[in-house]
């Protein structure tokens, strides 16, 4: 009778060890999923964007202070720009005067101007960033969608083109790296 009471409390005592077991493996296998995200929020940077006075060019650096830009390209939609644009060191800066060009004209096209009325528009441009940079000795390559931000100001003179204000950078989120960029950007114009 004593060995059968032995018996069951064994058996108590493995079903709790199990338990306890598999409770400590899931709280491994969250801590190992946290270092993980933690370790990847290291070696990633967003980019921030500083725009000049004259409102033509906007410099970036990096949110993660460790990271040193190697190199680095924006990408536009088609119809605001088909050439892959370089951000040039040493301050690491792209210039909007061409895009903005076809912008302007693109609002031209798409708001008409009336007599006694201007209109102030605000809206987004999607376009990825393509970068190469070192963290800590280790070099990686990303892209990431971001929306520059601007307002456009139209008159009602004829003469006069839409005077566009950026107002900001804005990351969106981090791209596959074989995403083709104008394409991708073309798709989101499209929609």
């Known amino acids: ?95 909007l005067t061409t895009p903005f060009y076809n912008l302007k004209e693109m609002l031209e096209a798409k708001i008409p101007k009336e007599k006694h009325h201007v209109a102030l528009y605000i809206s987004s441009i999607p376009v990825i960033i393509e970068s190469y940079y070192t963290i800590n000795g280790e070099s990686h390559y990303e892209k990431a969608l971001y929306s520059l931000e601007y307002s456009a100001y139209i008159s009602d003179k004829e003469w006069e083109q839409p005077s566009i204000t950026v107002k900001g950078l804005l990351f969106v989120k981090r791209l596959a790296q074989e995403i083709k960029p104008r394409q991708y950007l073309d798709n989101l114009a499209d929609n």
């Open 1 to 95: 009778m004593e060995n059968k009471y032995v018996t069951w409390a064994a058996l108590a005592v493995s079903i709790c060890a199990l338990g306890s077991s598999m409770e400590s493996c899931s709280v491994s296998r969250e801590a190992l999923k946290i270092q993980h995200e933690q370790y990847i929020s290291q070696s990633k940077t967003i980019w921030e964007a500083t725009i000049n006075e004259e409102n033509n060019a906007v410099a970036i650096t990096p949110s993660n202070k460790k990271v040193s830009l190697l190199r680095a390209k924006i990408h536009y939609p088609t119809e605001i720009s088909d050439t892959d644009w370089p951000i040039e060191p040493p301050k690491y800066r792209f210039y």
